[in-house]
């Protein structure tokens, strides 16, 4: 089973040394979380699969995502394509250890959140402030998205400058924070407020 050992910092077949299948509450297809050494460093890592359905009577496991350590971050469905596909690529040079990359990337999400808001600032300080002043994000998701800004241009521009591995998980953070914030929380507490308002008319 192929997983990113984050010790060893390389995808690997885990040796699999135990297994427990299981049913969600409302699922029809079992998952599988299973319990590996990773042959390299012979750490213990813990990983899932799904069984998915890919045609009539066929079946297979998905790709193994590793739950622990350092559980992977699932994107959610909410986020437009203009966000995730570029947040795809971010997690993809991390786990690639091409950590200038993870930043252009991170900072190409934060872009297409602004072409997805249609920002009148075509670049991502102006787009970012534009969505501070119609409050789409507050004080300190803008704080981090400039921060953030700063070091994809370090990224995207030949330098000797380098972005470091803590640095790129700080941004990858950011990066799925504010996409959060924007795409999933705010919606949720607007779904709140209104069935709050409805509740005391
Ligand atoms: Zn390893």
Redesign the pocket.
């Given at each position: 089973m192929i997983v990113d050992?984050p010790?060893?910092e390389?995808k690997?077949d885990g040796i699999v040394r135990g297994e427990h299948q299981t049913y969600g509450e409302h699922e029809d297809n079992p998952s599988k979380r299973v319990l590996l050494e990773?042959p390299?460093?012979h750490?213990t890592l813990l990983a899932e699969t799904e069984h998915w359905q890919i045609g009539h009577e066929e079946y297979k496991w998905s790709n193994a995502i590793r739950l622990w350590p350092e559980p992977e971050r699932i994107l959610s469905w909410e986020l437009p394509d203009i966000v995730s596909i570029a947040l795809i690529e971010a997690k993809k040079c991390f786990a690639g250890q091409a950590y200038i990359g993870c930043a252009v990337m991170c900072g190409r999400a934060i872009e297409g959140i602004c072409k997805d808001f249609k920002t009148k600032n075509n670049n991502i300080a102006g787009g970012l402030k534009e969505l501070l002043d119609r409050q789409v994000i507050d004080k300190r998701i803008y704080d981090w998205g400039d921060a953030l800004r700063i070091q994809r241009n370090i990224g995207a521009h030949a330098s000797e400058e380098k972005i470091d591995r803590v640095d790129a998980t700080d941004l990858l953070d950011f990066a799925l924070a504010i996409c959060d914030y924007v795409y999933i929380l705010r919606n949720k507490f607007e779904q709140f407020m209104e069935r709050h308002n409805k509740d005391n008319q």
């Amino acid at each position: 089973m192929i997983v990113d050992c984050p010790y060893c910092e390389s995808k690997v077949d885990g040796i699999v040394r135990g297994e427990h299948q299981t049913y969600g509450e409302h699922e029809d297809n079992p998952s599988k979380r299973v319990l590996l050494e990773c042959p390299v460093c012979h750490c213990t890592l813990l990983a899932e699969t799904e069984h998915w359905q890919i045609g009539h009577e066929e079946y297979k496991w998905s790709n193994a995502i590793r739950l622990w350590p350092e559980p992977e971050r699932i994107l959610s469905w909410e986020l437009p394509d203009i966000v995730s596909i570029a947040l795809i690529e971010a997690k993809k040079c991390f786990a690639g250890q091409a950590y200038i990359g993870c930043a252009v990337m991170c900072g190409r999400a934060i872009e297409g959140i602004c072409k997805d808001f249609k920002t009148k600032n075509n670049n991502i300080a102006g787009g970012l402030k534009e969505l501070l002043d119609r409050q789409v994000i507050d004080k300190r998701i803008y704080d981090w998205g400039d921060a953030l800004r700063i070091q994809r241009n370090i990224g995207a521009h030949a330098s000797e400058e380098k972005i470091d591995r803590v640095d790129a998980t700080d941004l990858l953070d950011f990066a799925l924070a504010i996409c959060d914030y924007v795409y999933i929380l705010r919606n949720k507490f607007e779904q709140f407020m209104e069935r709050h308002n409805k509740d005391n008319q």
